[in-house]
């Protein structure tokens, strides 16, 4: 086939349309800076520039293509207005959509987020769990799922949504966080440390969202896309460590001083749009567990995820290694 990816210089984006290359399909990014993606072109993938909030740039990319993977999005970004993350996030998709309906494309597979379920109170949770999304990227995200299923119904065009869970794999730099710090030595546990955590390889997330554009029975369907073992923070944080060669974090610090030094930062730093150096929803990382059932992946897609977290994590560091960040 013949795809376009959006967000392609992104982690997600990017690796995704690489291993669709590598697979056999043809691949377009839409790009909003092409010198960011000299390494994509370099690969052989046709990179344009565009902009998600550009009906004309988005009309224009997606002319001879045969699926759309919509993987762009703006994630938390400190300084950013409401209306920034609603016009990529959210009014973007049903363009897309229309674009793609106007191009004769019959499938487009949309990008969400776990988040949109916000926290899990009876985990694992499928799709059907309630929607309880917790801040404004969750809450575009979720608005961008439902603009998106309105304009399929009208257009006829096929819409798949997908919602990863937390996706890591050599190159990631979200992530950097939890793996560089255990390495480094340099991570604090808050809390017991008792609450799920549910990984997904950005290998296996590639694949799913290939599915997700190939399997007949997938049309407007969501699925749940999510590695195939879940840990605790515990289990995570000491195997980072094993795979590290070092000592796990030895003490657990109570959450409620972090919390509230977030709060505090986050006021003090939001009128003059700097990011602060903690903020809750970190925090928030060491309170709600995150553990999903991707057992309507596996069973209409024949999702299968194929790297555990020892391999998957082994491979991260030693990408880190070898770029010298840790």
Not at 149 to 163: D, F, K, P, S, W
Not at 208 to 237: D, K, M, S
Not at 265 to 274: D, K, L, M, R, S
Request: glycine share 12%; net charge neutral.
């Amino acid at each position: 086939m013949k795809a376009l990816v959006t967000g392609a210089t992104g982690f997600t984006g990017g690796q995704l349309a690489r291993r669709l290359q590598s697979q056999g399909d043809s691949v377009r990014a839409l790009v909003r800076d092409p010198a960011k993606a000299a390494d994509l072109a370099a690969a052989g993938i046709e990179v344009v520039r565009g902009d998600l909030t550009d009906r004309a740039s988005i009309a224009a990319a997606v002319e001879g293509v045969d699926v759309v993977y919509n993987i762009g999005a703006l994630y938390r970004t400190a300084g950013l207005k409401e209306s920034a993350y609603r016009a990529v996030n959210a009014d973007a998709v049903p363009m897309i959509i229309e674009c793609a309906q106007a191009a004769g494309i019959r499938r487009v597979v949309h990008c969400s987020t776990v988040g949109v379920h916000g926290d899990i109170e009876h985990p694992p949770a499928n799709e059907d769990a309630p929607l309880r999304p917790g801040d404004v990227y969750q809450e575009t995200k979720l608005l961008g799922e439902q603009l998106g299923r309105e304009a399929a119904a009208r257009t006829g065009v096929e819409l798949v949504i997908a919602r990863p869970s937390g996706i890591y794999g050599p190159g990631d730099r979200r992530l950097f966080k939890l793996f560089g710090g255990v390495a480094r030595g340099r991570f604090l546990l808050l809390g017991d440390g008792k609450i799920f955590y549910h990984l997904t390889h950005v290998d296996d997330l590639s694949d799913g969202f290939r599915l997700c554009a190939t399997v007949p029975a997938a049309a407007g369907r969501t699925y749940l896309l999510a590695g195939g073992e879940v840990t605790t923070l515990n289990e995570l944080v000491a195997l980072t460590a094993e795979l590290a060669g070092v000592k796990p974090p030895a003490a657990h610090w109570p959450v409620w001083p972090f919390w509230l030094a977030g709060a505090a930062c986050e006021a003090v730093c939001a009128p003059f749009g700097i990011s602060p150096p903690i903020f809750r929803r970190r925090v928030d990382f060491f309170t709600k567990s995150r553990a999903f059932d991707i057992s309507r992946a596996r069973a209409e897609l024949g999702f299968a995820p194929r790297i555990g977290l020892r391999e998957g994590i082994g491979r991260t560091l030693e990408w880190y290694r070898e770029h010298g960040w840790i």
